[in-house]
């Protein structure tokens, strides 16, 4: 859902045509969204708009930095031990 925000607004009817999601579910997990702060609402005539909101995200992305690094590290070791191993086997 946040990947289809991501593309633009939308509301729960246009949302639920794009993820094959009956429009109950789409509106439940609009309001876990919109509580998480994650989304933004607004009213256009008979329609509710949402659209995403970045900041949250973006706080996410930094805080996730650290375990990137980490991971990426243990990753990249993990190929070393890996490769290492597939040359023994040859010889």
């Known amino acids: 859902m946040l990947e289809q925000l991501r593309q633009g607004p939308a ?6 045509e794009l993820l094959t999601i009956a429009r109950p ?8 969204l919109r509580e998480a702060g994650l989304v933004d609402v607004r009213q256009e005539a008979q329609r509710r708009v949402y ?8 706080e996410l992305d930094d805080w996730l930095d650290n375990y990137r690094a980490l991971w990426s590290q243990r ?9 290492r191993g597939q040359q023994q086997t040859r010889s």
């Open 11 to 16: 509301s729960a009817g246009e949302l639920a």
């Open 25 to 32: 579910g789409v509106s439940r997990h609009l309001r876990v």
């Open 51 to 58: 659209s995403i909101r970045p900041e949250p995200l973006a």
């Open 75 to 83: 990753l990249d070791a993990l190929h070393t031990e890996v490769t």
